[in-house]
């Protein structure tokens, strides 16, 4: 939780407003001073927007937990005014209710969409993570994987081809065998931060396995984590959305896809503080001369008694196995 905001909510728990009157403070004064939190008689929370006369208002009741009004309240004697009143009916989503405060308030001081607009937007995304929140956060491989594929999104298929049809091949997610699959092609995305290379980890002996009918590429991600370096998983899947802000649909199905990673903003404080470079990038094909094991590569198959192989390849000395190092050069 922030602090900031913590603090505020204690102060507010502390007081008692009677009837239908709400107590309220700035928590963000140095980042926008249009948001309050406050608190009703039966100690309920609420984010307060104030609105200008020109701008539009919203009433949603579709988020779990959560309602939006616009409603007329008056501060001690001025005239009432007109803000957006959110309010959260869920002691279990007030931590996920602080951080959705900060994102309105960050975007509120950006003044690129009238808050009605950034509200709309931030619940959208919130609405699939609303009770879902998970307690553990992403391991690091998982966070350096998922990262990876979302590189290959935004870096390769997006700005290929049409953005709901790159999404629509993300199926990773979904359990399918290869992260991304359309007809006749299939990429495993793999990322290693290995001082060694381009050392990866492979899951089974099916991973790499090509589709019945086509072909398979291996996507290589190298990355170097430093506290200097230019990305984290927020900011990828910030940079992600950017790509898909204008088409509704490609949006809600990355957000539909992106929530069965496992991810959850209600950790991107804590994501964000792994900061990464990228190293190099190059798509392989995956053919005969590919260093892996297939279930035919055991004699007399797999003995009995063992369930999963994994094993590393290496693919430092495999440079003639490239098809492409940048999207630019290779067909999606």
Same mark, same amino acid.
């Given at each position: ?5 913590s ?7 502390s ?51 959560l ?7 008056r ?38 969409y ?31 994987? #998922?990262?990876?594929? #979302? ?17 629509v ?27 060694r290379?381009?050392i990866?980890?492979?899951?089974g ?37 950017? #790509? ?12 539909a ?57 290496? #693919? ?17």
């Open positions: 939780m922030n602090p900031a905001a603090d505020i909510w204690t102060k507010l728990d007081s008692n407003p009677p009837g239908d009157k709400l107590n309220a403070k700035q928590p963000f004064p140095d980042i926008s001073n249009r948001i309050l939190f406050a608190i009703d008689s039966e100690k309920k929370r609420h984010i307060l927007i104030i609105l200008t006369e020109s701008e539009g208002g919203l009433d949603d009741r579709n988020s779990r937990g309602t939006v009004l616009t409603r007329d309240l501060i001690h004697d001025k005239e009432p005014e007109r803000y957006l009143d959110i309010e959260c009916r869920d002691s279990a989503g007030y931590p996920a209710f602080d951080i959705i405060g900060l994102e309105i308030a960050k975007e509120l001081s950006k003044a690129h009238p808050p009605a607009e950034i509200v709309r937007r931030i619940l959208a995304r919130w609405r699939r993570f609303w009770g879902q929140i998970p307690s553990e956060m992403l391991s690091r491989e998982e966070l350096f994987g #998922l990262c990876a594929e #979302l590189w290959f999104l935004c870096h390769w298929l997006i700005p290929s081809i049409a953005p709901l049809e790159a999404i091949r993300w199926r990773g997610p979904y359990g399918a065998r290869h992260d991304f699959e359309w007809p006749g092609r299939s990429v495993e995305v793999k990322v290693s931060s290995s001082p290379g381009r990866h980890h492979i899951h002996l099916e991973q790499l396995e090509s589709p019945e009918g086509g072909n398979l590429f291996l996507y290589s991600l190298l990355i170097r984590e430093e506290r200097g370096g230019q990305y984290s998983l927020p900011l990828l899947i910030s940079e992600c959305r950017r #790509l898909l802000d204008s088409d509704a649909e490609a949006m809600e199905e990355f957000e896809t992106l929530v069965r990673t496992g991810y959850s903003p209600a950790h991107d404080e804590e994501y964000g503080k792994i900061m990464f470079r990228i190293a190099g990038e190059a798509l392989f094909t995956v053919d005969n001369n590919f260093p892996r094991l297939l279930p035919g590569s055991i004699a007399g198959g797999i003995p009995p008694g063992i369930e999963r192989v994994e094993y590393e390849i290496n #693919l430092n000395n495999s440079e003639d196995l490239i098809v492409a190092r940048s999207a630019s050069e290779f067909t999606i």
